[in-house]
């Protein structure tokens, strides 16, 4: 957990992803379309992306990834960021996190 931990800090929105995951590409594009500049880290291309998969899994993302933080707080997967969006809740959330200005 240390790990996840550490790498989300002080970052206002970071995406834990894989290259090859179609879900992870799509929330990378809606959280980007809103102008924030997240922070991603490709667990197929990172030594550490095993250990940071494991605590994922820990923390009940299933699968692991996406797995989005905002605010260095862990919001979820494609679900539930999709759901935020829905209900209008994910703009709001990356503005408090000043991820995004307007």
Known sequence: M???RRLVEEKPVVIFSRTSCCMSHSMKQLISGYGANATVYELDETPEGHEIDSALQKLGQEPSVPALFI???YVGGAKEIISLQVQGRL???L???KAIWV
């Open 71 to 73: 605010g260095q707080r």
């Open 91 to 93: 703009v709001p959330l």
């Open 2 to 4: 240390e790990i996840v």
């Open 95 to 97: 503005r408090e996190a």
